[in-house]
C-alpha cells in the first residue's frame, strides 16, 4: 500500500514538473518570436499587418533648417545600403542596430565597402512598430544618405547615429530621395544634386 502511494505521488510530482516546464518554455517562445521572422531579423510578414503603431515626439533634440548646417554639424557624410536590421529592447526603449555597407563616403573617416553600425530610437519589438516624429528605422535592403556622428553610450558599441534623430537620413527609392517627415523646409529635398555633396 505504501509502495502505490509513493507511485501515486511520484507521479504526479512528475506530471506537475512536466507540466510547469511546457508552460515556461511556451510562454517563453511567445515573448521572443511574436514579432519577428528569426532567419531575417526583420518583422514576420504576417506581423506586418497586424502591427500596433506607436509614434514618439522628441523634444530638445538638436534641430537643423538647412543641409549646409547639417553637413558642417555631421562627422560622417555617407551613402549606404542597409545589409540587415535587428531591434532590441534597452531599459524600456526600443532601438534599431543596422550594419550599413558603406557605398561612397563625401566627410568623414570611414573607407568605401566598409560595414558600420547605424543605432536608431524606434523599430519592431513584440508586434509593435515604433516610430519618431513617423519616421521608420531602416530595413534590410534600404540606400539612404546618412549624416552621421559617433554615438556614446551603453546601448551599443562602436556605432553611429543620424544627427538630429532622424533630420540627417535621406531614403533613395528609384533615383528619388525622400526627406524625413517633420523637417524644415531647408532638409526637404528630392534628389541627391540638392544635398550639395559634389
Known amino acids: 500500500m505504501k509502495n502505490t502511494r509513493q507511485i501515486i505521488l511520484s507521479t504526479l510530482a512528475l506530471g506537475f514538473l512536466v507540466g510547469e516546464g511546457y508552460l515556461f518554455l511556451n510562454s517563453h517562445k511567445i515573448e521572443t518570436s511574436g514579432a519577428y521572422d528569426q532567419t531575417s531579423l526583420k518583422p514576420a510578414k504576417s506581423d506586418k499587418q497586424t502591427i500596433k503603431k506607436v509614434d514618439v515626439s522628441v523634444d530638445g533634440v538638436e534641430g537643423f533648417d538647412s543641409i549646409k548646417k547639417l553637413t558642417e554639424s555631421a562627422e560622417v557624410i555617407a551613402e549606404v545600403e542597409i545589409n540587415e536590421s535587428e531591434s532590441f529592447q534597452?531599459?524600456?526603449?526600443?532601438?534599431?542596430?543596422?550594419?550599413?555597407?558603406?557605398?561612397?563616403?563625401?566627410?568623414?573617416?570611414v573607407e568605401p565597402e566598409n560595414v558600420i553600425k547605424i543605432l536608431e530610437t524606434g523599430g519592431y519589438k513584440n508586434g509593435t512598430e515604433y516610430t519618431t516624429e513617423g519616421n521608420k528605422v531602416f530595413e534590410t535592403g534600404e540606400k539612404a544618405y546618412v549624416y552621421l556622428e559617433e554615438y556614446e553610450g551603453p546601448v551599443a558599441?562602436?556605432?553611429?547615429?543620424?544627427?538630429?534623430?532622424?533630420q540627417g537620413k535621406f531614403l533613395e527609392e528609384e533615383g528619388q530621395l525622400q526627406s524625413p517627415n517633420g523637417v524644415a523646409k531647408g532638409l526637404q529635398v528630392n534628389n541627391e544634386s540638392q544635398l550639395g555633396l559634389d
Open 157 to 166: 558599441e562602436d556605432a553611429y547615429v543620424i544627427k538630429g534623430v532622424y
Open 90 to 109: 534597452y531599459k524600456n526603449v526600443v532601438f534599431t542596430r543596422s550594419d550599413a555597407k558603406v557605398k561612397q563616403v563625401y566627410k568623414g573617416d
